[in-house]
């Protein structure tokens, strides 16, 4: 289904599966559970984060066309990394190749509402470019001058005339958004052994903008913020994957697997409205930020069968990745004017800098991270003449990261009319001077940090059949330690945060043949959720319109999760499915967003905390793939796939110091169902297939609500996507898709 579906990312692939739910166009929610309780995988090695601000691996980051399979692991096995709950994501990308292959695609696309309409915003930087088109890497236009000193500054000078004056909106029409795809593997003979070699590369940009209203309100319905706006994004996703497999005779192989990913967004926003408390004012605001993330991961592995030692099969990985995510020059700044009045807009600089007014904000995120881990099966004993197995491994994961940002905002020399003049020219070169306007660094100490997390683990499991039944059962070891350095928020003492945990893991599988065409399975396992480097260090985010602020907590624990799962499945043809899930987790401290108490004002702050006294998911899965051959023989080209996920979650916050009205609620971000409904046509005859995909969720709770407030929700919606593709002249094939069909906000 990757190849048929109109989803160019891996995140547009996954909303199609059961128990899935994307957030944000990116993150993974597994059964209800948000992504800090899900994990990922690359060809069976763990993903750093790709995000500063979560412990989450941005899906959006990898073209679907890139890999072979995903797989989602939502029972826990010994020989799985603990650190989940939710589900195991594992992607795998395009592998070994015995034949030359050499494919080409290229694909075009408009976005109602952006394409040639004139109504994309942008601004005054760009991105680098190789041949023709944007790399998704910034031309340099965003760095931060070398004028500017190294270290922190507060006295008059002139390092505003450097920076790039691009706070200019621009309105323009846009081209169609475009993409390719190059394909290129073959084997050769390389002493008398097949050596597979698989380089793929993949392109897509595209142009999107919304009209947004944003509002908060009092309990008493009365209005605190209401603005309208617009957001414009400019988003490039490319990447490849280099892969090289050798077979040794018919018993070893060795890979080398390389992969390589670059995603960047570019945000121009503006927002207009009302800011009635603390202040009422009319407001103005302008905002652009850029992100790149860049994603490299290397990896050797060998499989070596050996007979003569209990059939023992053996597979080993060492692997090296890279993630980073580079922030250049993210912007912000307001006019404002007194509610409803004809006074003219001023931008509110004064003699004290805010970094709300004309701040230029740059981070930089830097992840290394190394694996090596073995795995060895072997034939155990024989129970009624079936051969049991026996399965044991270690692991070893090292992640390294450094993080750093600095802020600068402008600050007036003596009080002037300055803040008159519009957003193009305010803070043009000539403005700037030390008896006039300068910048001054507004950076927090605790805006940089260095962590480091290390995990090693053991396992032994045994898989036992007997007769129809077939049990799956053992446990895994994980010792983890996190490091964090930094320092405080506001006094700025240091912070030496030096977590360790030893985690017994145990699991048993139960899978029992009720008839050859179906199987009852039971599992009753034990997991771990830790908290995320970032989620432990003292670095705040603030939200551009309404000024909240996310922190992290040096005091957040891990929360041990018990898991069972009971699965009916039934398997009427080849390929056709009838399949009930029931499932039921148990948090001892899970991990929320919450609201920090000891802020009352009108803008809610946010940190993380444990919930002590725990929280409970539980819910069921309906799964259905069927040909619609039974109806009518005119059918037979015909399949239908349905699934729904039913799901209910409540978090016990009684005992925890956060600002809320109600003491027992959702889980953030999780819905109470997902459903997903695709009819396929296939005529492999007339090479043409065609399917028509409906997506849809329930609402979810986007922002906890604080003391006297609900909590925010964010309504699902119907998706539905339609795509055609034929074959033509033995080697062509054309498809035409059309995505999100209604278009409903």
């Known amino acids: 289904q990757i190849k048929r579906a109109p989803d160019p990312t891996a995140a547009d692939?996954?909303?199609?599966?059961?128990?899935?739910?994307?957030?944000?166009?990116?993150?993974?929610?597994?059964?209800?559970?948000?992504?800090?309780y899900n994990n990922t995988t690359l060809n069976g090695v763990q993903l750093p984060s790709s995000e500063a601000d979560k412990r989450s691996f941005s899906f959006d980051?990898?073209?679907?066309k890139l890999l072979e399979n995903i797989i989602i692991a939502k029972s826990f096995t010994p020989d799985m990394i603990g650190n989940f709950s939710g589900g195991l994501v594992q992607l795998n990308t395009k592998d070994f190749v015995d034949q030359f292959i050499f494919t080409i695609e290229t694909t075009g696309s408009f976005l109602t509402g952006s394409t040639s309409e004139g109504n994309f915003y942008t601004y005054d930087a760009g991105e680098s470019?190789?041949?023709?088109?944007?790399?998704?890497?910034?031309?340099?236009?965003?760095?931060?001058?070398?004028?500017?000193?190294?270290?922190?500054?507060?006295?008059?000078?002139n390092y505003g005339q450097t920076l790039n004056n691009n706070w200019g909106q621009n309105n323009r029409k846009t081209p169609a958004n475009g993409g390719y795809q190059l394909t290129l593997g073959n084997n050769f003979n390389v002493f008398d052994n097949p050596l597979g070699i698989l380089l793929a590369y993949t392109y897509k940009n595209g142009f999107a903008s919304e009209e947004i209203f944003r509002a908060e309100y009092n309990s008493d319905t009365s209005t605190i913020l209401s603005y309208n706006g617009r957001s414009s994004n400019y988003a490039v996703l490319n990447g490849g994957v280099l892969n090289m497999n050798y077979k040794i005779g018919g018993n070893n192989k060795l890979s080398f697997k390389n992969t390589y990913s670059i995603a960047s967004d570019n945000n121009t926003q503006y927002y207009e409205g009302k800011t009635i408390f603390p202040d009422n004012f009319d407001r103005q605001l302008y905002g652009t930020d850029f992100t790149e993330r860049i994603l490299y991961?290397?990896?050797?592995?060998?499989?070596?069968?050996?007979?003569?030692?209990?059939?023992?099969?053996?597979?080993?990985?060492?692997?090296?990745?890279?993630?980073?995510?580079?922030?250049?020059?993210?912007?912000?700044?307001f006019y404002q004017r007194s509610t409803?009045?004809?006074?003219?807009?001023?931008?509110?600089?004064?003699?004290?800098?805010?970094?709300?007014?004309?701040?230029?904000?740059?981070?930089?995120?830097?992840?290394?991270?190394?694996?090596?881990?073995?795995?060895?099966?072997?034939?155990?004993?024989?129970?009624?003449n079936k051969n049991s197995?026996?399965?044991?491994?270690?692991?070893?994961?090292?992640?390294?990261?450094?993080?750093?940002?600095r802020n600068f905002a402008p600050k007036l020399a003596v009080f002037s009319n300055i803040g008159l003049q519009p957003i193009s020219t305010i803070f043009s070169p000539s403005n700037f001077d030390s008896t006039t306007m300068y910048m001054v660094e507004i950076t927090d100490k605790s805006d940089a940090y260095t962590a480091k997390e290390n995990t090693y683990a053991g396992y032994l499991m045994f898989d036992l059949p007997y007769k129809k039944l077939r049990t799956i059962a053992g446990l895994r070891y994980e010792y983890n330690e996190q490091l964090v350095n930094g320092f405080q928020r506001v006094t700025g003492n240091p912070i030496n945060v030096n977590q360790t945990n030893n985690n017994v893991l145990p699991s048993i599988n139960l899978s029992y043949s009720l008839t050859e065409e179906s199987n009852l399975r039971a599992s009753a396992t034990q997991t771990v959720s830790?908290?995320?480097?970032?989620?432990?260090?003292?670095?705040?985010?603030?939200?551009?319109?309404?000024?909240?602020?996310?922190?992290?907590?040096?005091?957040?624990?891990?929360?041990?999760?018990?898991?069972?799962?009971?699965?009916?499945?039934?398997?009427?043809?080849?390929?056709?499915?009838?399949?009930?899930?029931?499932?039921?987790?148990?948090?001892?401290?899970?991990?929320?967003?919450?609201?920090?108490?000891?802020?009352?004002?009108?803008?809610?702050?946010?940190?993380?905390?444990?919930?002590?006294?725990?929280?409970?998911?539980?819910?069921?899965?309906?799964?259905?793939?069927?040909?619609?051959?039974f109806i009518s023989r005119s059918l037979k080209d015909f399949t239908l796939n349905c699934n729904l996920t039913l799901v209910n979650s409540q978090v016990d916050l009684e005992g925890l110091q956060s600002a809320v009205s109600d003491k027992t609620r959702r889980l953030q971000g999780q819905s109470p169902y997902t459903v997903n409904v695709g009819l396929y046509y296939d005529n492999y005859d007339l090479g043409l297939n065609a399917n028509f995909l409906y997506n849809e969720f329930g609402d979810k709770i986007s922002e906890v609500g604080g003391t006297g407030f609900n909590d925010i929700y964010e309504q699902g919606r119907p998706v539905f996507d339609f795509s055609i593709a034929k074959t033509f002249l033995t080697n062509f094939e054309g498809k035409f898709t059309i995505r999100d069909i209604l278009d409903e906000d």
Request: overall charge negative.
């Open 61 to 64: 980051l990898f073209p679907s």
């Open 340 to 384: 409803d009045s004809d006074d003219p807009y001023i931008m509110p600089l004064t003699t004290v800098a805010n970094d709300n007014v004309g701040e230029r904000f740059y981070s930089y995120l830097f992840d290394i991270n190394k694996t090596f881990g073995f795995n060895i099966d072997q034939q155990f004993f024989k129970i009624s």
């Open 297 to 333: 991961s290397t990896q050797i592995s060998g499989n070596h069968f050996i007979n003569n030692l209990s059939r023992m099969n053996l597979t080993w990985t060492a692997s090296y990745a890279e993630s980073e995510r580079d922030q250049p020059d993210t912007k912000t700044t």
């Open 530 to 629: 830790r908290p995320e480097l970032r989620e432990i260090a003292p670095f705040a985010y603030i939200d551009f319109v309404t000024g909240s602020e996310l922190a992290g907590n040096p005091d957040l624990e891990q929360s041990l999760i018990q898991n069972y799962d009971l699965r009916y499945e039934l398997f009427p043809a080849a390929g056709e499915i009838a399949a009930m899930s029931l499932f039921y987790k148990h948090f001892d401290q899970p991990i929320e967003r919450v609201i920090v108490p000891t802020i009352t004002g009108p803008v809610p702050q946010y940190t993380f905390a444990n919930a002590i006294n725990g929280a409970i998911n539980y819910g069921m899965e309906l799964e259905v793939r069927k040909k619609l051959n």
């Open 129 to 157: 470019k190789f041949l023709f088109y944007n790399s998704g890497l910034d031309d340099g236009s965003r760095s931060l001058p070398s004028a500017f000193p190294t270290t922190p500054f507060s006295s008059p000078n």
């Open 389 to 405: 197995k026996i399965k044991y491994g270690a692991l070893a994961i090292g992640t390294n990261r450094n993080f750093n940002a």
């Open 13 to 36: 692939v996954l909303k199609r599966v059961i128990g899935i739910n994307i957030v944000d166009d990116k993150f993974v929610y597994v059964r209800g559970t948000s992504e800090r």
